[in-house]
């Protein structure tokens, strides 16, 4: 039973470390998903190498993290306050062409990372953007300046 609660403690520990650290700009993969596929793998390994090497404690293990996981998932568009903790808020970034800085900073993102991003859409210049936005799962949205 003690692994069972390790493994949930774990998990929860990871999604608050998750939090903590901040985004960074991509498409791949979500923090939340990022953390399953993690912790999923060391939890399977420390069954395997630790010192109870059950079959029994590992699945059980498994399953905990498995639940834990599923059981967020359920809960975050039931209750939208856990859903802003888990996956975090949209952040402007650009905003009618002032740059957000402390946002920017505490996100760790440089105005060069906006800019790759608005390349990526075919806008040259910050006169052309109107607005960027680094979006829950770390992706820069940039939306243009209408004409």
């Given at each position: 039973?003690?692994g069972?609660?390790?493994?949930i403690?774990g ?8 939090r903590t650290?901040?985004?960074?700009p991509?498409?791949?993969i ?6 399953l596929?993690?912790?999923m ?5 420390t069954s395997m190498?630790g010192?109870?090497?059950?079959v029994?404690?590992?699945l059980?293990?498994?399953?905990s993290?498995a ?7 359920w809960?975050k ?9 888990i ?8 905003g009618?062409?002032e740059?957000?800085a402390e946002?920017?900073r505490?996100?760790r993102?440089?105005?060069?990372d906006v800019?790759?991003m608005?390349?990526d ?6 006169d052309?953007?109107?607005?960027a936005?680094?979006e829950r799962?770390?992706?820069i949205s ?6």
């Open positions: 039973m003690s069972v609660i390790r493994a403690f998990y929860c520990l990871l999604v608050l470390v998750v650290v901040g985004r960074r991509g498409k791949q979500t923090p939340f998903e990022f953390l596929v993690f912790f793998g060391g939890v399977t390994l190498v010192d109870d090497r059950s029994t404690n590992a059980c293990q498994i399953t993290v639940f834990m996981h599923s059981l967020i998932a809960l568009p039931r209750f939208p306050f856990i859903g802003k903790i996956d975090g808020t949209p952040l402007l970034l650009l009618r062409g740059w957000h946002t920017m505490r996100m993102i440089t105005q060069d800019m790759a608005a390349r859409q075919g806008l040259e210049r910050l052309q953007i109107d607005y936005v680094l799962n770390g992706e940039i939306v243009p300046v209408s004409q």
